[in-house]
């Protein structure tokens, strides 16, 4: 009998969001994956007070806004896994930029909590922070141009298409790379 603790739980499911992310599969899916796997990393870091990117995000969300609620679940999330009340009704507005930020939400958080992750959770980190550059608060901005420009050249000036192939190149190096994979901060 194998015994799983939420932290795995949640590190499995955001694992497979970000192989299914990079390969390009369906967004909902993706989306699921990735908000589940959020939702107990977010309770994980708030029960080991953790400083995490959801309650940075949180401090920061409009008046009367909720993290949780507002952005996470609705409309997505609840529209995917509820069907009392809406069964007859259709969702507009999805696609699959929509996973980026609770992919990266989850990936940030885990990070924080565990002090380290296994290496899709590293590349989808660089990977978003390279893709989103204005979000990157300004003392780390250098480091991450610097590995942007190496891992991921030029990536602001690719189609989406090419911007997630480039993220599944560099997953797939990173998994050759030995070097990386037995350094402390990567876990399987």
């Known amino acids: 009998m194998h015994i799983l603790s939420k932290s795995d739980i949640a590190k499995r499911q955001l694992t497979a969001a970000i192989q299914l992310f990079f390969n390009d599969s369906d967004p909902v899916s993706v989306?699921?994956?990735a908000a589940n796997a959020w939702e107990v990393i977010d309770v994980l870091c708030s029960k080991n007070n953790i400083d995490s990117v959801s309650n940075q995000s949180r401090m920061h969300a409009p008046r009367g806004k909720d993290l949780k609620r507002d952005y996470v679940n609705s409309p997505y999330r609840n529209f995917f896994k509820h069907a009392t009340r809406d069964a007859d009704k259709?969702?507009?507005g999805f696609d699959d930029q929509k996973c980026d930020s609770v992919i990266f939400l989850g990936v940030e958080d885990y990070i924080r909590l565990n002090k380290r992750s296994p290496l899709e959770f590293q590349v989808f980190q660089l990977w978003y922070l390279s893709v989103y550059v204005e979000?990157?608060?300004?003392?780390?901005l250098d480091k991450i141009l610097e590995a942007a420009d190496i891992y991921f050249p030029a990536i602001r000036e690719l189609t989406r298409e090419e911007q997630k192939l480039m993220g599944k190149k560099a997953l797939l190096d990173a998994r050759q790379d030995s070097v990386l994979k037995s350094d402390a901060r990567v876990e399987s």
């Open 90 to 92: 259709c969702l507009e």
């Open 31 to 33: 989306y699921t994956l």
């Open 135 to 140: 979000k990157v608060a300004d003392d780390a």
